[in-house]
């Protein structure tokens, strides 16, 4: 009897081995839900296995993202430490990362280690270093510390986001390659901000540009307010929606040209014809939940598909908590309530850059004045789709 049971299970296993290694429908299938970087390995096992992973590739992919906050347990900033964890389960090949982190634990604080008591910043060029090893050769990483975190925890869009103004917290926005959409970083200083890199980076000359996230660091240095017009004056005449903030520091990319402790501007353009946008600006008058949620609303006059759309919200210090009355997250649960299936990313910083503005198919809805792009005491609301 026990011959004839392990006769069964062999035949069994001998019939798995040809579906797997001659059926490509069953094949294909399975790997549509194994992680993109274990789908690699596998890519290599067979011919069959890796046109069947090409073909996974291939297949229409949406940004993702991982999501840190609390004091982390290990030498690195607690977004790092889950990082290194959880980029392995993505379901994506990552081309652009857009990466924030709270500047004290990032920046500030040198602590003791192992045994011989060295103090180690987290902003160790090493902690830059392995959080580039963590992605594809090839993968653009944009990243900045600022005082305060907005972020949607790790897994659903429908989770509700958070503002964190204190404490160890973080995120990184994952973007694949996607039909239609083109993302391309750009880095300037005082030395590198000239018109053909502008053009070079399609920021100006560029009729597919449609969203521009930009965040200038150090901008309070002699010099930082004339060069912040040096790159919002030609984008103002642009007809592309324009949001971001007033940072701590750029830690990604690495300056080459400008010593530490220069000012300079890093941020993400989005050209292409799938790319949509629209922003509202909360102003210093909107100090209840009732106004901010009534404003929020205002962009769905935009009727942006909620479908692989991400928001982003760039906040005042001066805002948050204690702007309205000790209530905490005011902004971002109305967000939430307005956009239910729709992740929120972004910061607190030292200004703000924005204003109200539609950008969809071949028209824009927006104030073209320089002036109306630069605020305090405000929060810039934006949805980005990305087809």
Not at 21 to 28: P, Q
Not at 264 to 271: H, I
Request: hydrophobic content about 40%; some cysteine.
């Amino acid at each position: 009897m026990g011959e004839n049971q392990d006769c069964a299970v062999s035949l069994l296993e001998s019939k798995a081995s040809y579906v797997l290694s001659n059926v490509a429908e069953v094949v294909e299938r399975i790997l549509t839900f194994v992680p993109t970087k274990s789908l690699l390995q596998i890519a290599s096992v067979c011919r069959l296995w890796r046109n069947c992973a090409c073909r996974v590739l291939r297949t229409p992919q949406q940004p993702t993202w991982v999501s840190a906050c609390g004091p982390s347990n290990t030498e690195v900033h607690a977004l790092c430490s889950i990082l290194a964890e959880e980029v392995e389960k993505v379901f994506l090949l990552p081309k652009t990362v857009l990466a924030m982190v709270d500047c004290e634990a990032f920046n500030g604080q040198a602590y003791c280690y192992r045994q011989n008591k060295v103090k180690r910043s987290r902003h160790s060029l090493d902690t830059v270093e392995e959080l580039k090893l963590l992605f594809p050769k090839g993968c653009d990483i944009l990243g900045i510390t600022t005082p305060g975190i907005v972020l949607t925890p790790s897994g659903s869009c429908s989770s509700p986001p958070k503002e964190y103004q204190e404490g160890e917290s973080g995120f990184a926005v994952m973007f694949p390659n996607m039909e239609g959409v083109h993302i391309k970083p750009f880095h300037f200083c005082k030395k590198s901000i000239f018109p053909t890199a502008l053009k070079e980076a399609g920021l100006i000359d560029n009729p597919d540009l449609r969203v521009v996230l930009i965040f200038v660091y150090e901008a309070y240095k002699p010099g930082g307010a004339r060069f912040l017009n040096q790159i919002l004056e030609p984008l103002a005449k642009s007809k592309a929606l324009i949001a971001g903030g007033l940072v701590e520091s750029a830690f990604s990319p690495p300056r080459h040209c400008c010593s530490q402790g220069a000012y300079g501007v890093v941020g993400l353009a989005l050209s292409g014809p799938k790319v949509q946008g629209a922003s509202v600006l909360l102003d210093q008058d909107i100090g209840t939940p009732k106004a901010a949620e009534d404003t929020i609303r205002r962009l769905k006059a935009a009727k942006i598909p909620e479908r692989n759309t991400l928001g982003f919200m760039f906040a005042c210090v001066g805002r948050g908590q204690n702007f309205y009355n000790n209530q905490a997250n005011v902004e971002a649960d109305a967000f939430h309530k307005v956009f239910p299936n729709t992740p929120l990313f972004g910061l607190f910083g030292n200004g703000e850059i924005g204003c109200d503005r539609i950008v969809k198919d071949d028209y824009t809805l927006c104030d073209t004045e320089m002036d109306s792009l630069q605020h305090e005491y405000t929060t810039v609301m934006t949805l980005v789709h990305l087809g």
